[in-house]
T-cell receptor, first 115, second 115 residues
Framework: QQQVKQSPQSLIVQKGGISIINCAYE??????FPWYQQFPGKGPALLIA?????SEKKEGRFTISFNKSAKQFSLHIMDSQPGDSATYFC??????????????FGKGTKLSVIP | DSGVTQTPKHLITATGQRVTLRCSPR?????VYWYQQSLDQGLQFLIQ???????AKGNILERFSAQQFPDLHSELNLSSLELGDSALYFC??????????????FGPGTRLLVL
């Protein structure tokens, strides 16, 4: 079964620090890698996404680093703020040839940013 | 607010019963996806409908079924419920069939508790 492995399960970071969440995948047919952010009581919301033709994508304080040969990608949150406290999910999706961009999710990382 | 609505927000029922979860996609979106989120399995893709037709199937049990109606709203039917079916059920929508990279917008979810 297609899998995306995410670590760590939980993360505590001080305000202003860097939060790093890692994911690894197995299926080389994956070619779209989004990160979703979920606050308690809410549905996941797209945060940032990358395709394998670039090694890094930055949007504000959020950066995805992508290593195609290692089949790994990571989310870096710079200058972490208490408002960033949420659960973060990495995901991966296949090519159009598969007929559907269904998402395969990692199990999530609960981030707590303490003042 | 993603624009995706789900009802009910909470549902408590007994084992062996049948329930129906409802989802209305964002205006203009033709695809609806259903996901199950549980503590041990994380977020798992169940099924996708595009413009009324089943497009892709994931880890959906035979006791579960879904459909998408002409007005594009979707219903997920869960029958012969077991304790293990207790979970958060999310609906997501996207503009097209998912054959190209599209953002999936998630609803707030329905929390199902089977006693």
């Amino acid at each position: 079964q297609q899998q995306v492995k995410q670590s760590p399960q939980s993360l505590i970071v001080q305000k202003g620090g860097i939060s790093i969440i890692n994911c690894a995948y197995e299926n080389t047919a994956f070619d779209y890698f989004p990160w979703y952010q979920q606050f308690p009581g809410k549905g996941p919301a797209l945060l940032i996404a990358i395709r394998p033709d670039v090694s890094e994508k930055k949007e504000g304080r959020f950066t995805i680093s992508f290593n195609k040969s290692a089949k790994q990608f990571s989310l870096h949150i710079m200058d972490s703020q208490p408002g960033d406290s949420a659960t973060y999910f990495c995901a991966a999706s296949g090519s159009p040839g598969a007929g559907s961009y269904q998402l395969t999710f990692g199990k999530g990382t609960k981030l707590s940013v303490i003042p | 607010d993603s624009g995706v609505t789900q009802t009910p927000k909470h549902l408590i029922t007994a084992t062996g019963q049948r329930v129906t979860l409802r989802c209305s996609p964002r205006s203009g979106d033709l695809s609806v996806y259903w996901y199950q989120q549980s503590l041990d399995q994380g977020l798992q893709f169940l099924i996708q409908y595009y413009n009324g037709e089943e497009r892709a199937k994931g880890n959906i049990l035979e006791r579960f079924s879904a459909q998408q109606f002409p007005d594009l709203h979707s219903e997920l039917n869960l029958s012969s419920l077991e304790l293990g079916d207790s979970a958060l059920y999310f609906c997501a929508s996207s503009v097209g069939a998912g054959g190209i990279i599209e953002t999936q917008y998630f609803g707030p979810g329905t929390r199902l508790l089977v006693l």
